[in-house]
């Protein structure tokens, strides 16, 4: 699966057992990997209009040699925390914030490297206020215009518009025991059942493992975790991740931008095309 | 209201408007309903309040009678992932195309007070006008070939968000579609965005809200998360008329909201300001 690194092996986890580890309250955040490829890292604040979204993790910091533009959610570890960063899920101004930053990349020729990490974009009233539909909207639309490379992973929850909102790239790739979904379990099963208790079942339908992804030509590549899950070895989990954006990104900045833009366009606009041209993949309940 | 202006903009757009479900009373104002007078009226009550349109209402308000040319009318979705319970995905599509609807949007071209433009409705009582993937491909190729054309883009909105049943890449769908959408506002054509109610989730938060003019529905109600969840969520009381289109003109989402009726006379005078 992978060239370098350990290879992805078959998986003996049920679906809802990679939710779980997805969700692990000790798997690594973004700052944990974020400081580990890059230990100079600065991080920068604030959306530049009314606020900085702590739930938003942004700034700049030295990888493999050149400046590069570090974007992730971060969820918090302790309860204290995890209110701070209100879970990982992002305001409006979080986006802002994001596209902030990923103009100043631009400005200065920096790649970017987006860690997602979020259960989606909080849905509470006062996010609703301020247009967080919009401002992911607005967030989706912008980075296909962003002239330098970004390459983004899931490294835990890939949850809905509050995740693709940081989740456009020019590759995207994620950790083998994270998700990717349009809607959380809970919310899926919310929806199709009104019932958020069949999250099992709605998990199992979704097709939302790393692996379920690949194969759907959603991602493109998926990097194996250390024996047990990420949060089992900190440090062997981000020199792998390291090592495969670094792969991911190279070839990526010896692009003309207007290559890189075109192949951003074309990855998103035909992402669909594989699995039309084989229906019925993954099949998990009969 | 005016009634006789209503009359004669619904006799200017084309033929007459396809009957749809209606309650016995109007759950604005309680009135018991007549379905032919509402029908001429453009299903807007003498109270104010809009009925949802279909998709097919929609082009015939809004297309100039026999300018409506449909596009990819035959591309249909199908169950790519396998979804079984608890009712399978195909047995869904299959039911809703018996009924005559065909997907969670319709796009094509028309003119528009004689002027060409490429129109895109969504359909509520298509799986909740959910985004899919033929429903993003519809959007997408529809931007596209307005970009190359030249011709105004028209979008009438009413969705609940990216469809469940099509996992991830329903949600690959906002993506696809803004990148379209993003090209459309580069190649310097005119794109105005009709949200009407619900207009929700992965719609809002993709394509329905970027326009270069957003004109919203009396009441409609439009956001992210839906009321039901952010109760869920977070225990808040929302205030009457919270995610209305009068909601979103003051937060300054979008520019106006237009009654159904004065619509198509707007979007004429429009087209004519932004050639």
Known sequence: ?????????????????????????SRPYSLDYIRRLAPDFIELHGDRISADDPALVAGVGT????????????????????????WGMMHPEGYRKALRLAHHAAKFGFPIISLIDTPGAYPGAGAEERGIAAAIARAIMEWFRIPVPIVAAVIGEG????????????????????IYSVASPEAAASIVWRDNSRKVEAAEQLQLTSRDLLA??????????????????????????????????????????????????????????????????????? | ?????????????????????????????????????????AYVCECGHHFRLGADAWIILLADRGSWHERWGDVRSHDLLNWKVPKPYQATIDQLADEGLNEAVRTGTCTLGGRPIWLAAFDFRFVGGTLSIVAGERLARGMEQAAASGLPYLLVSASGGARMQEGVLALMQMAKVNAAVGRLHSSGVPFFSVL????????????????????????????????????????????????????????????????????????????????
């Open chain 1, 63 to 86: 990888w493999h040699g050149r400046t590069t533009v570090f974007l992730g959610h971060q969820k918090g570890r302790s309860l204290k925390e995890r209110v701070a960063r209100n």
């Open chain 2, 196 to 275: 009407t109610d619900p207009t929700f989730g992965g719609t809002a938060a993709s394509l329905a809200l970027l326009a270069d003019i957003n004109i919203a529905e009396p009441g409609a109600a439009i956001g992210f998360t839906g009321p039901r969840v952010i109760k869920q969520a977070t225990y808040a009381d929302l205030p009457a008329g919270f995610q209305s289109a009068e909601f979103q003109l003051a937060r300054g989402q979008v520019d106006m909201v237009v009654i159904r009726t004065e619509l198509r006379r707007l979007l004429a005078h429009l087209l004519e300001m932004y050639p």
């Open chain 1, 1 to 25: 699966m992978t060239r370098h690194g350990r290879r992805l092996e078959e998986t003996t986890l049920t679906v809802w057992q990679v939710v779980e580890l997805a969700r692990h309250a």
């Open chain 1, 216 to 286: 759907m030509g959603v991602v493109e590549e998926v990097v194996p975790e250390p024996e047990g899950g990420a949060h089992m070895d900190f440090d062997a989990a981000a020199r792998v991740l390291d090592e495969a954006l670094f792969r991911h990104a190279q070839p990526l900045l010896a692009q003309p931008a207007d290559v890189l833009l075109q192949h951003r366009y074309e990855r998103f606009r035909y992402i669909d095309s594989l699995i039309h041209a084989e229906p019925h993949f993954g099949p998990k309940i009969d």
């Open chain 1, 159 to 178: 949850g809905s518009g509050g995740a693709l909102g940081m989740g456009v790239a020019d590759r995207v790739i994620m950790l083998e025991n994270s």
């Open chain 2, 1 to 41: 209201m005016q009634l006789a202006k209503v009359q004669h903009e619904v006799r200017m757009a084309g033929a007459k408007l396809p009957p749809i479900a209606l309650p016995t009373n109007c759950p604005g104002c309680g009135v018991s309903l007549d379905p032919e007078t509402l029908r001429k009226h």
